[in-house]
């Protein structure tokens, strides 16, 4: 039961362009949605959060867009950077449920 | 200083030991959490607790018994373990039960059954 799904495994761009990551999810009783990165060896450390009642939330080179018709979201790093190689957790909440939901990650890899 | 910190950090042991993960967090979070990170690299929760009291345990077999003496630790204990609970686990921390921000997490823990 994957409530948040991460359809890419792994995303590789250029420095300086834009990376875009995806993620899907079903539940329609999200209240917030969450981007966590990960780097090798390390937790998940929090990115960027929207709630359910917006469409964007952007801090600095991040952006985030949410789509609730479509219930999908997505991430914009603007410009890329090599230090944003890492894994992309994306993360549903609830307050129903008092759970985050994670997706599988997606691994973005940045070429100087 | 490392916000939330868990031991060990790589663990290779047979099935059928008994082992365990501590977990300190110094945030002075109500909150924390156990995460179990699977083949799959799905990060699920197995366990929450607040202030010491259990208030999430989802579907997990209960040869995994967490244990939270205080509100700044939660240790996690396997009984008997089995080839499947080879995963990496995460533990993590909240400021309260509701939240909408932040959890923080430790290392993870990368647990390895023979």
């Known amino acids: 039961d994957q409530q948040v799904k991460q359809n890419s495994p792994s995303l590789s761009v250029q420095e300086g362009r834009i990376s875009i990551l995806n993620c899907d999810y079903t539940?329609?009783?999200?209240?917030?949605f969450l981007w966590y990165k990960k780097y090798p060896a390390e937790g998940p450390t929090f990115l960027i959060s929207?709630?359910?009642?917006?469409d964007k939330n952007e801090d600095g080179r991040f952006t985030v867009f949410l789509n609730k018709s479509a219930k999908h979201l997505s991430l914009h790093i603007v410009p890329s950077q090599p230090g944003d190689s890492a894994v992309y957790f994306c993360a549903g909440y609830a307050y129903n449920f008092n759970k985050f939901y994670f997706g599988s990650g997606t691994k973005l890899n940045v070429k100087p | 200083d490392t916000a939330v910190s868990q031991t060990p950090k790589y663990l290779v042991t047979q099935m059928g030991n008994d082992k365990s993960i501590k977990c300190e967090q110094n945030l002075g979070h109500d909150t924390m959490y156990w995460y179990k990170q699977d083949s799959k690299k799905f990060l699920k929760i197995m366990f929450s607790y607040n202030n010491k009291e259990l208030i999430i345990n989802e579907t997990v077999p209960n040869r995994f018994s967490p244990k939270s003496p205080d509100k700044a630790h939660l240790n996690l204990h396997i009984n008997s373990l089995e080839l499947g609970d080879s995963a990496v686990y995460f533990c993590?921390?909240?400021?309260?039960?509701?939240?909408?921000?932040?959890?923080?997490f430790g290392e993870g823990s990368r647990l390895t059954v023979l």
């Open positions: 929207i709630s359910s009642i917006k």
């Open positions: 539940n329609s009783m999200f209240d917030y």
């Open positions: 993590a921390s909240s400021l309260g039960t509701l939240n909408t921000g932040e959890l923080f």
